[in-house]
């Protein structure tokens, strides 16, 4: 199935201009002119979700474009390393927003629970 870049980028849940985006990055081929425009195939549209679902699990556009040319090359190892390197960051992410939330949780119940003077929520931020 042949797509105008308009369908292909709604099939991908994206906008024409992050096509383009991930063109001039070298994840996407820019497709040849077929009768007038620009068709994508089945597999770049493959590509272009794998693309997505890359960055929703939290990897940056370089990491995917390794993985992309990982997936080539069918190397797993490389592929696990990467994707371990990347669960060690978002656990690390994970903590800094939990530590986040215990704090402002904590500081929330002390604001609550004066009537006077400075919020404990504001003293903390400096202000």
Do not use: W
Not at 8 to 24: D, M, N, P
Not at 37 to 51: P, Q
Not at 62 to 90: P, Q
């Amino acid at each position: 199935m042949d797509m105008t870049i308009g369908k292909f980028a709604s099939a991908g849940g994206v906008g024409v201009e992050t096509v383009r985006f991930y063109q001039r990055r070298g994840l996407l081929q820019t497709p040849r002119y077929g009768e007038g425009t620009r068709r994508y195939s089945n597999e770049d549209l493959r590509r272009l979700k794998f693309i997505r679902q890359a960055q929703t699990a939290g990897f940056t556009l370089e990491e995917i474009g390794r993985l992309l040319a990982l997936d080539a090359g069918h190397d797993r190892e490389a592929v696990r390393e990467l994707a371990g390197k990347r669960l060690e960051a978002l656990n690390a992410r994970i903590a800094e927003l939990e530590d986040a939330r215990r704090s402002l949780s904590r500081l929330l119940g002390e604001c609550a629970s004066g009537t006077s003077g400075p919020c404990p929520i504001l003293r903390s931020f400096g202000v």
